[in-house]
C-alpha cells in the first residue's frame, strides 16, 4: 500500500481534521471507504480494546488471517484486505479527537458537518473515483445516518454496521428511561483519546507517533475543549430540537445501503437498522441481520465478503448479482448460539401470525384465552417484577419480528418506569440466553417505558411497533390506572418443542441469574444480562418518584397481552 499519514482536510469554519489515507500502490483512481469518528485512527485495536480483540481473534480466525493487523482499529475496515480490492481507505480522527485540535461534541451539528465536509474532499482527490462509500461499526455507522440526511453529491452507498439512528429512542432515552451508556462511554472511549493528551496516550504501533497529536494540554484546558456529555443528555429528558439535530431524517436519505444489525444489541444498536430500512427514502436499500459479538462479523469472512460485493457494485459499477439480492438477509436464530441463514423480501415478513398471548394474573401464564376475572398485581415499583410464562410448546415455533406488549398500570406516585423481557426457558425451565452485542447472557428482547411517556403518535405507531412521541409529560395519579403500548425491540428465536416463552414486567435492569458475564477492557461495569446499557441514573430516577409500587390492573374487557411475530 502507499500511505498518506495525517492528510490535514480544511473545514468550512477553518479549522483542520487529519485523516491517514491507504491507496493501492498503482496510480489511479479509486472509490473510497472513508469513516470518521473519535476513535484515535492510530490508536489499534490489539492496544485500545484488547479483551475484544482477543476473543475476536481466538474464535474467529479467518479475521486475523491474511493481513499483518498492523493496520487494526476499533470498528473500522482493515487496508490490507480492501486496499488490494481496489478501495482507497480514509479513516479521519473527528475534530477534538486522535489528531484533530478542536472541541469535542459527538454526534452534533458541527461534527454532521465536518463529516460532509470530509465526504467531499475526499470524492475530489487526484487519487479518488469520486465515488464515496461509508463504512463501519456503531458509532462509524451512526453517524452514516446522520450525515446522509445532509445529502452530500459524492456519497454513492453506505454499510451501516450495527448503527443506531434516533438519538433519544434507540441511543438516550429508552422509553424515556435515561441510559447511562453514553456518560460512560464518553469517560472511557473519548476523554481517553482526546487531542492534546500527549504522552499520557499511546503511541501508533504502525508510526510510532502520538496517537493523540504532539501538543499536551492541560486537565484545564482538555475539559475546556470537550462539552459535558452526559450531563447535556440528561438536561434534555424530551424529544427536543437536541435529539433531533442528533437523529436522521427518514425522507432525506435516498443513498443506497446494507444495513445490518444484531438480533443480540438489545440496548443500543438494532432498532435503527430495523427503521432505517423500513423509514428511509433510499430505493436502494438492504437489510441483514446476524448474531454474536457486536464487532465480530464486520471482519470475518461472511461479513466482508458480503460488504465487498455490495460496494463493488455500487461504488465500481459490478454487474455481480447484488440488484437481484433479496433485500432481507437473516441469520435466523436458534438455541445453542445456532444461526441459519435465510433470504427474505420484507421487514416485518409478509407472512406474520400476528399473535396475542394475555397475561393472565392468578395463574402467572401468558395464553391467548382472555382474562376471566377483574384483578390486581403489585410490586415494588424498582424491584424483580412478575413473570408470565407460557405452557410448553406444542411444537417448534419460529418469533421472528417487532414485538409490543400492552398492560395496564397505576402506581402509588406520579410516575413508573417498565422493563419488559422477553425470555425463553429449556424444558427444564433453565433460561435460554445467547451471545449478546456486548455482554454473554442476554435475553431474547427487552423493552421500556416511562409511564409519563404513553403518549403514542398515531399516524407513526403500528400494532407491533408502538411509536411515542416524547414530546410532553403525562404524569399518572397515584392509584389511577392508565393504558400502556410499550415497544419491545426486534428479535428472532427459533422455539424448541416443549420449550416455554415467559414476559417479565419489572421496575428495573434485566439481571441474568446464572452469574457474572465478567468484564470488557472498555466498559466500566460487569457484565450482567445488559451488557453497559444501564438505567441507573439516580437523577433520573428518584426514589420519590420511581420507587414506589407499581400495579397491573386485569379485567375481562381490558386488554392486557403480548403480540408475537410467528412465523409459519
Given amino acids: 500500500m502507499r500511505i498518506l499519514w495525517d492528510v490535514p482536510i480544511p473545514m468550512d469554519d477553518g479549522a483542520v481534521v487529519r485523516a491517514d489515507v491507504f491507496l493501492p500502490q498503482a496510480e489511479g483512481r479509486y472509490p473510497v471507504l472513508l469513516t470518521y469518528g473519535p476513535y484515535a485512527k492510530g490508536l489499534a485495536f490489539q492496544d485500545g480494546y484488547p479483551s475484544a480483540w482477543e476473543r475476536m481473534a481466538q474464535k ?153 497529536g504532539p501538543d499536551l494540554l ?48 438489545q440496548g443500543l444498536h438494532p432498532r435503527g437498522n430495523f427503521e432505517g430500512f423500513v423509514r428511509a427514502a433510499s430505493r436502494d436499500k438492504w437489510l441483514e441481520v446476524h448474531g454474536i459479538e457486536h464487532w465480530t462479523h464486520f471482519y470475518t469472512d461472511y461479513g466482508r465478503k458480503l460488504q465487498l460485493r455490495f460496494f463493488d457494485h455500487f461504488l465500481k459499477g459490478e454487474d455481480n448479482g447484488w440488484d437481484r439480492e433479496p433485500r432481507v438477509l437473516l441469520q435466523v436464530r436458534h438455541p445453542g448460539e445456532r444461526f441459519v441463514a435465510r433470504a427474505e423480501n420484507e421487514w416485518p415478513l409478509a407472512r406474520t401470525q400476528w399473535t396475542r398471548l394475555n397475561l393472565h394474573p392468578r395463574t402467572g401464564r401468558l395464553a391467548p384465552e382472555p382474562v376471566a376475572n377483574v384483578t390486581e398485581l403489585s410490586f415494588d415499583a424498582m424491584g424483580e417484577g412478575v413473570t408470565f410464562i407460557s405452557p410448553p410448546m406444542e411444537k417448534e415455533t419460529e418469533i421472528t419480528g417487532p414485538m409490543a406488549a400492552r398492560i395496564v398500570v397505576s402506581s402509588s406516585t406520579t410516575d413508573a418506569d417498565l422493563f419488559l423481557v422477553f425470555r425463553v426457558f ?70 424448541p418443542k416443549g420449550y416455554r416463552i415467559a414476559l417479565t414486567v419489572r421496575g428495573k435492569d434485566y439481571e441474568y441469574p446464572g452469574g457474572s458475564g465478567g468484564r470488557l477492557s472498555n466498559f466500566k461495569n ?43
Fill in 426 to 495: 429449556s424444558a427444564d425451565l433453565k433460561e435460554v440466553v445467547f451471545q449478546g452485542a456486548i455482554d454473554p447472557h442476554t435475553p431474547v428482547a427487552q423493552g421500556w417505558l416511562r409511564a409519563s411517556h404513553r403518549k403514542l403518535d398515531p399516524a407513526l405507531s403500528q400494532p407491533y411497533r408502538p411509536y411515542h412521541t416524547h414530546d410532553e409529560r403525562q404524569p399518572l395519579t397515584p392509584g389511577e390506572p392508565v393504558q400502556l403500548d410499550i415497544e419491545i425491540w426486534p428479535t428472532c428465536i427459533v422455539v
Fill in 60 to 212: 474467529h480466525p479467518d479475521v486475523a488471517a491474511a493481513s499483518s493487523n498492523l493496520f487494526q482499529a476499533w470498528e473500522v475496515v482493515d487496508p490490507e484486505k480492501w486496499v488490494p480490492e481496489g478501495y482507497a481507505c480514509v479513516r479521519v480522527d473527528s475534530r477534538g479527537c486522535g489528531t484533530s485540535p478542536g472541541y469535542v461534541d459527538p454526534f452534533g451539528p458541527r461534527e454532521q458537518k465536518d463529516f460532509y465536509d470530509c465526504i467531499e474532499w475526499a470524492g475530489v482527490q487526484e487519487w479518488s473515483s469520486g465515488k464515496v462509500g461509508l463504512n463501519g461499526i456503531s458509532y462509524f455507522g451512526s453517524n452514516q445516518w446522520h450525515v446522509a440526511k445532509h445529502k452530500p453529491p459524492h456519497l454513492a452507498a453506505m454499510c451501516i454496521w450495527e448503527g443506531s439512528a434516533d438519538w433519544f429512542r434507540d441511543m438516550t432515552h429508552h422509553g424515556g428511561i435515561l441510559s447511562t451508556f453514553w456518560a460512560n462511554w464518553y469517560d472511557m472511549q473519548v476523554k481517553t483519546v482526546q487531542y492534546g493528551i500527549g504522552e499520557r496516550g499511546r503511541r501508533s504501533r504502525a508510526t510510532g507517533q502520538l496517537v493523540c
Fill in 218 to 265: 492541560s486537565e484545564e484546558d482538555l475539559a475546556a475543549n470537550r462539552c459535558e456529555f452526559g450531563a447535556e443528555i440528561r438536561s434534555h429528558p424530551l424529544d427536543d430540537d437536541y435529539h433531533k439535530d442528533r437523529s436522521p431524517v427518514w425522507d432525506d436519505i435516498e443513498v443506497p445501503f446494507l444495513s445490518a444489525a444484531n438480533w443480540g444489541g
Fill in 526 to 568: 460487569e457484565m450482567t444480562g445488559c451488557g453497559p446499557f444501564l438505567h441507573d441514573d439516580p437523577i433520573d430516577r428518584p426514589m420519590e418518584i420511581y420507587g414506589g409500587t407499581t400495579t397491573l390492573h386485569f379485567a375481562p374487557d381490558t386488554d392486557s397481552y403480548l403480540l408475537l411475530p410467528i412465523i409459519p
